[in-house]
């Protein structure tokens, strides 16, 4: 079950995350997702949780909760208000990578597959980069609540924001496309198999795939997204062999 709460004292992305982490230490609590813009956060439970007990676990903070504003259960994802508007950051920015790479093969021709799959990945792990490394802390916290890595390994989520970077820097070096490819695969496969288990639960999760500027829920657009740099690597690692 997922209630409502109204949380005060919340400042900036970085009171929003340290609340959610208080609030996911408690036992019980399956996934947090604080709104910072309405000063209130969405818990999702296994079992209902007192509100004592959450006062209690902000206790010493400048945070309060106060009784919850009304209950949700986790909506069904194929029954989900959730649109395609919902992802334009996400649309936007695969234009545009897709766009800058195509323009990129059209003044250098012939069009070359394996080079245009290459700088898109350069494309794609760049600019996500710089949107979960504007908040890593925040970045962090969210990525914890499905990566099956970051949840046993909390230090992950600060460490995962400079492997995309390291990534995308990487295949723009001819010398590092093999190894480029290779970890791009072990790496994605790993994050596609947390994503996959939330969605299949039906977990109402925000997706960290563009950090904690956006609060885009988790879906099976994170799953096309993570399968396509998983495609797009296991291609490269075919035609690298021929």
């Known amino acids: 079950m997922t209630h409502t709460y109204k949380i005060s004292g919340m400042t900036c992305e970085g009171c929003a995350a340290k609340v959610k982490h208080l609030l996911s230490n408690i036992s019980g609590v399956t996934n947090v997702l604080i709104h910072l813009a309405k000063q209130d956060g969405d818990i999702t439970m296994e079992h209902h949780i007192p509100i004592s007990e959450l006062k209690k676990a902000l206790s010493g903070t400048k945070y309060k909760i106060e009784e919850e504003q009304h209950s949700i259960e986790t909506i069904p994802s194929d029954l989900s208000p959730v649109t395609l508007?919902?992802?334009k950051p996400i649309f936007l920015i695969f234009g545009f990578i897709t766009g800058i790479t195509l323009l990129i093969q059209f003044i250098n021709p012939p069009f070359n597959l394996m080079q245009f799959m290459q700088q898109f990945m350069a494309g794609f792990f760049l600019v996500f980069s710089f949107f979960k490394l504007l908040d890593v802390a925040a970045f962090a916290m969210s990525y914890r609540n499905y990566d099956i890595i970051a949840k046993t390994w909390n230090g992950y989520g600060y460490v995962?924001?400079?492997i995309e970077l390291a990534l995308g820097i990487s295949f723009l070096i001819p010398s590092l496309?093999?190894?480029?490819?290779?970890?791009?695969?072990?790496?994605?496969?790993v994050s596609s198999i947390g994503v996959i288990q939330s969605v299949v639960k039906k977990q109402k999760i925000q997706c960290a795939c563009l950090g904690a500027v956006f609060n885009l829920p988790m879906s099976t657009i994170t799953i096309i997204e993570d399968g396509l740099m998983v495609t797009m690597s296991a291609i490269s690692l075919i035609l690298l062999k021929h």
């Open 85 to 87: 508007k919902t992802y």
């Open 160 to 162: 995962y924001p400079f």
């Open 177 to 189: 496309i093999l190894l480029s490819n290779v970890a791009t695969l072990i790496i994605m496969v």
